[in-house]
């Protein structure tokens, strides 16, 4: 009878066990080492001020509004300090194809993984410079982050808001190519991490004039060789235009860090004129997923994700 009694303790210790690791490791708490690693991400929102939402046929926004996106990829150290790049639209305005470097420092880290960090930004071609402290959440052990602005000084738009989506590439402070994940394989990009057919999903602003624009939505089949050739066919809406089956082609340009260049190419309807839109992003996830957007003056604000559907 003894035997049994220990037998059956035993036992229920061992399931107690059990249940505490898995709750043990849910509750982990994060440290600046949590946040170490390489992160693609993107930063969308907007500036309104000065509106009157009121309208007697239509409740439009009538105040002054500039659509704000980054993209761009950022790798953290253990210490706290990140450094990386980003792309940028505000409003009619883009940062043009170059990549914009970043240093980012993480100033307050909580064992509940939040925590804020602060950067500084030069963008001589907006004639826009800014201190800004963004707070954020980590989560699923620092494979994602959220973020939102706490402060905007010494410069920029006050009125800015956004949230930002981050997606770990790796848990290194390594560079990208030369990564190795626990549970991933040595993670190198190039030509072949575009492989595959891909749907891409987009919206954009579309200036129709000089002071004349048209909001605009569209998704993208894409096939993409080995190469980084592909064709395609969009489906558009487009102002009052909707667009069906219209047969698009271009490249990716695949780059070690997993920042690509890629182009659109279209031709106008019922026209031989030819359309070539840059697209600049960051491939994540095996190359299964990426964030973009355009580089192009007649589309100063666009905000595209790509997903792989098919091999």
Not at 244 to 271: E, K, Q, W
Request: proline share 5%; aromatic share 12%.
């Amino acid at each position: 009878m003894r035997k049994k009694i220990i037998i059956v303790v035993i036992a229920g210790v061992l399931v107690c066990l059990g249940m505490a690791i898995p709750a043990a490791q849910a509750g982990e708490k994060c440290s600046l080492k949590t946040m170490a690693g390489t992160y693609a991400f993107y930063e969308k929102g907007a500036s309104l001020s000065n509106f009157d939402p009121y309208n007697a046929d239509f409740p439009y926004f009538v105040g002054k509004t500039a659509p704000f996106l980054t993209v761009g990829e950022v790798t953290f150290t253990p210490y706290g300090v990140g450094d990386g790049f980003y792309w940028i639209s505000i409003g009619a305005l883009n940062g043009g194809p170059d990549p914009i470097p970043v240093h980012v420092a993480i100033t307050e880290m909580n064992e509940d993984c939040t925590g804020k960090f602060t950067y500084s930004v030069n963008l001589p071609s907006f004639n826009l410079s800014a201190t800004i402290v963004e707070r954020f959440m980590l989560f699923d052990d620092g494979r994602g982050y959220r973020t939102v602005p706490a402060s905007i000084e010494n410069g920029g738009f006050p009125t800015l808001a956004w949230f930002g989506v981050g997606h770990r590439i790796g848990k290194s402070d390594e560079p990208v190519h030369s990564i190795r994940r626990s549970d991933e394989a040595v993670h190198s990009c190039g030509p072949h991490t575009a492989h595959g057919t891909y749907l891409l999903t987009a919206e954009n602003i579309v200036l129709t004039g000089a002071h004349d624009s048209v909001a605009d939505a569209l998704f993208i089949r894409e096939d993409v060789s080995k190469t980084g050739e592909y064709s395609g066919t969009l489906f558009e809406k487009l102002g009052p235009t909707s667009i069906d089956r219209l047969p698009v082609f271009g490249t990716y340009t695949v780059n070690a860090d997993c920042s690509f260049s890629s182009t659109l190419n279209f031709y106008l309807l019922g026209t031989h004129d030819l359309v070539t839109i840059v697209i600049k992003g960051v491939f994540f996830n095996e190359g299964k997923e990426y964030y973009a957007l355009a580089i192009d003056v007649g589309v100063p604000y666009s905000f595209a994700q790509g997903e792989r559907i098919g091999e």
